[in-house]
């Protein structure tokens, strides 16, 4: 029979395999083939095309701004778990004490149950520095749309200057997207704290779930674009 510590380095493995191979997948051979990214950039590129028709530009700033507020709410919270984790840590002799009384909790040494919070605690640092980046590269877009020359300018020379800046938007996106799936997963390895096991039935379950969210929701079906944008 497996000792514990195989099953611990077991789940570890299938969990960052499983979490870097769907990031892989869904952001470059999954784009390709049409999912909820790939839709997303092109209403960024259909988004940017109409801003550089409008002469009143503020909509597209106000749109950017609730984008960034989003970013700095998940990076905030973030840094909240981490510090509670922290917290956690300080006092793992009371912690592990009170859990060993929970008769389903597996039976675990201090330095494992550290390197267990330690895992959750550089998950959520993982998060807390994309959300940063992403809100970041939204500031930046926001410039690029002040900068853009005004509707009764545009010359041919201009028709790159939407999608630059739905491109830096895209960007933007996919940092963000990367923190999201870092909670989601984050929150997959509290069944670590059971056991293994259920850390590896967890992460199956959010792979499924971002899977279908991302390849076959009715969302990734509307925001396919279904019209030619000029």
């Known amino acids: 029979m497996l000792d514990s510590a195989y099953y611990d380095l077991i789940a570890i493995v299938c969990i960052l ?4 191979g769907y990031a892989l997948y869904a952001e470059r051979s999954g784009a390709a083939q049409g999912n909820l990214i790939s839709g997303m950039a092109s209403q960024r590129r259909a988004w940017m095309r109409r801003m550089l028709q409008r002469d009143n530009r503020m909509v597209d700033i106000q749109i950017v701004n609730a984008l960034m507020r989003s970013g700095r709410f ?8 981490v510090a509670g984790l922290l917290a956690v840590l300080g006092s793992t002799e009371r912690v592990i004490a009170l859990a060993m009384d929970l008769p389903f909790l597996q039976d675990v040494s201090r330095a494992m149950w550290e390197a267990k919070l330690l ?3 550089f998950i959520f640092i993982y998060a807390f520095f994309k959300f940063v ?3 970041r590269q939204y500031n930046y877009c926001a410039i690029m749309i002040g900068a853009a020359p005004p509707a009764t300018e545009l010359t041919v020379d201009c028709d790159g200057v939407g999608d630059d800046i739905a491109a830096l938007a895209t960007l ?3 940092h963000a997207n990367r923190g999201i799936r ?3 997963f984050g929150l997959a390895v509290l069944g670590w704290f059971l056991h293994p096991l259920l850390m590896v039935a967890a992460g199956i379950l959010v792979l499924l779930v ?3 969210r991302e390849f076959h929701s009715r969302t990734m079906h509307l925001t396919r674009p279904r019209i030619d944008t000029p």
């Not at 395999?17 to 870097?20: H, K, L, N, P, S």
């Not at 998940?74 to 778990?81: D, G, P, R, V």
């Open 17 to 20: 395999v499983g979490w870097a």
């Open 182 to 184: 870092a909670y989601y």
């Open 210 to 212: 971002l899977y279908r």
């Open 172 to 174: 933007a996106a996919k």
């Open 74 to 81: 998940f990076a905030s919270t973030a840094i909240l778990i």
């Open 119 to 121: 895992f959750m605690i």
């Open 133 to 135: 980046w992403s809100n």
